[in-house]
């Protein structure tokens, strides 16, 4: 059982928008530390999407934005495209076992 | 090509010890902190163990703690992971990753290399 909780999976309709949601607690994300996305795409390494809550590495899309409240982060994808399709995580930091993750979402695209 | 390759993962019987190894190339390795990550299908990512960029801050993850070192060598480039006392549930992919400058995030990522820990 991960520390933060991700939704197993998610879908959505090509050109709509999702979000994914990871819920931690007051000695992670309520805590004040931030949070990050990654996407891993079929058979691949996975990918730093968002950091620091809200930032993109260069090259990500804008279509991915990110954000943060409380005991929660949510990663929002709009425009879905075929190519969205993957395992998404989230991660932060916690005071007990410091660097966590979610348990990941799948993203199907209908 | 900012690139990390992980090798050593193979298959190994409980209680037996393996090292992995990762090579990075194209930036400069001294000055980047490094981690370990594992995968498996049922608990998804689990950070193992960082050390800082000059050795001198080394953590591990409660599980592994005791039984796992990471090392360095800046000079060529590579970061190690001696693991001992292997268990099963100590089977995944192994991921090695640079951290993201003063942050906990990691922003590189190599392809994983496969331990079992089987009888």
């Known amino acids: 059982q991960s520390v933060l909780t991700q939704p197993p999976s998610v879908s959505g309709a090509p050109g709509l928008r999702v979000i994914i949601s990871c819920t931690g607690s007051s000695s992670n994300i309520g805590a004040g530390f931030d949070v990050h996305w990654y996407q891993q795409l079929p058979g691949t390494t996975p990918k730093l999407l968002i950091y620091d809550n809200t930032y993109r590495p260069s090259g990500v899309p804008d279509r991915f934005s990110g954000s943060k409240s409380g005991t929660s982060a949510s990663l929002a994808i709009t425009g879905l495209q075929a190519e969205d399709e993957a395992d998404y995580y989230c991660?932060?930091?916690?005071?007990?076992?410091?660097?966590?993750f979610g348990g990941g979402t799948k993203l199907t695209v209908l | 090509e900012v690139q990390l390759v992980e090798s050593g993962g193979d298959l190994v019987k409980p209680g037996g010890s393996l090292r992995l190894s990762c090579a990075a190339s194209g930036f400069n390795f001294n000055t980047y902190n490094m981690s370990w990550v594992r995968q498996t299908p049922g608990k998804g990512q689990e950070w193992i163990s960082s050390?800082?960029?000059?050795?001198?801050?080394?953590d591990y993850a409660d599980p592994v703690k005791g039984r796992f070192s990471t090392s360095r060598d800046n000079d060529k480039n590579s970061l190690y992971l001696q693991m001992d006392s292997l268990r099963a549930e100590d089977t995944a992919v192994y991921y090695c990753?640079?951290?993201?400058?003063?942050?906990?995030?990691?922003?590189?990522w190599g392809q994983g290399t496969m331990v079992t820990v089987s009888s």
């Open positions: 050390i800082s960029s000059d050795r001198t801050y080394i």
């Open positions: 991660q932060s930091y916690d005071t007990t076992l410091r660097r966590v």
């Open positions: 990753a640079r951290d993201l400058p003063e942050n906990d995030a990691f922003d590189v």
